[in-house]
């Protein structure tokens, strides 16, 4: 049950709540969503359910029958939004976010940063903090690269979007760029994702690679239930046994969220590919199912890039993806182009 207080509701009929949550010995958590206060308990009661219906304060007593009741659909059914100066993702709006894998050079970023605001990109990625798989592998430039981001975000207005991997670095982070991104490997780390909920910046969350949705959803939980409500849910693609490409993008996985939850749905077609000549069909696969915007990586010379050269596109590349993405868009239904599946899920 997610029970909402009024506001301005007084000390004393907040405690009467709580006291008959106590006698009944439900266990809650209490957080603020959508400006007010709730109680997030765990399971139902009806008997619960019956004695709040006449107390004082009480706003509403959803019964949510889903392990992650803030994030469900159902809590905002009009879809979450989130605004940073010119990049604006949800409620129809599609953001796109484009830059290199790693923080290189301030040249590098500068570039990068240039050659894909010109293609319509209204935030920058870049890492400075890196999870490589290997620990010989260039690990990032660290705060010098967050210093570089936050430069050439003062030059070019571009919001920036970077990844950290402890909870000092999400402290880190947010003094420096706009977002803090958490990656796929990351995803379940959730003393991670607590400091997350804790910190008031905004979060793009990753899909684990070997993630259902709903743990997925229950890891953006996480962040909810500490009071941030400012998260970005990006599908990366999974581990299958396909070896071919990188990962397995589910484009399902797309219209299925934006069924099960409230918040923006973006994708990252370049870590799934693991290859460029892919990124593009993967891009507009996901516009066309419904997704709020992309992640996507892109390098003034991938050739020559510390970091995952060989699925970066070139800004050119870029430039010719990016309109053929706003043209797909034209053609989807409604204006705010968000798909909402028209019937419910039938059930096996
Ligand atoms: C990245 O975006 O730089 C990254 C490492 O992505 P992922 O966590 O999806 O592998
Ligand atoms: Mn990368």
Do not use: W
């Not at 706003?59 to 905002?76: A, G, N, Y």
């Not at 899909?207 to 939980?221: D, K």
């Amino acid at each position: 049950m997610i029970i909402s207080i009024q506001p301005n509701t007084s000390q004393q009929a907040v405690s009467e709540i709580v006291s008959i949550l106590d006698s009944a010995k439900v266990r809650y958590h209490r957080t603020q969503f959508g400006g007010k206060h709730v109680f997030v308990t765990e399971g139902f009661s009806s008997d619960v359910h019956r004695l709040l219906q006449n107390t004082r304060g009480l706003e509403t007593c959803q019964v949510i029958d889903k392990p992650f009741p803030l994030c469900h659909f159902s809590m905002r059914p009009e879809g979450s939004v989130l605004r940073i100066r010119d990049f604006v993702v949800g409620q129809g709006n599609f953001a796109i976010i484009a830059g290199p894998c790693t923080v290189e050079t301030e040249k590098q970023v500068l570039e990068s940063a240039q050659r894909v605001k010109a293609s319509g990109a209204t935030a920058l990625r870049g890492g400075a903090y890196k999870p490589r798989t290997s620990p010989y592998a260039f690990q990032g430039l660290k705060l010098e690269g967050l210093k570089i981001l936050q430069k050439v975000s003062k030059e070019t207005g571009l919001v920036t979007v970077t990844e950290a991997m402890s909870s000092e670095e999400v402290k880190m982070v947010a003094e420096y760029a706009d977002v803090v991104q958490i990656g796929t490997r990351n995803a379940q780390n959730y003393r991670l994702l607590e400091t997350c909920g804790e910190a008031r910046v905004p979060i793009l969350l990753k899909r684990g690679f070997s993630n259902t949705l709903e743990e997925f959803l229950m890891s953006a939980e996480y962040i909810l239930a500490g009071g941030n409500e400012q998260v970005i849910l990006c599908e990366r693609g999974i581990r299958t046994f396909e070896t071919y490409v990188r990962y397995t993008l589910s484009v399902s996985a797309i219209p299925a969220l934006k069924s099960m939850t409230h918040l923006p749905v973006i994708v990252d077609p370049s870590h799934a590919a693991g290859s460029a000549d892919l990124v593009p069909a993967l891009s507009y696969a996901s516009v066309a199912a419904g997704a709020d915007g992309l992640l996507v990586e892109v390098h003034p010379d991938p050739e020559h890039a510390l970091c995952d050269g060989r699925q970066s596109l070139t800004p050119e590349e870029f430039a010719e993806m990016t309109q053929i993405c706003g043209r797909i868009r034209e053609h989807l239904p409604g204006a705010s182009a968000v798909l909402q599946p028209k019937r419910q899920r039938v059930a096996f």
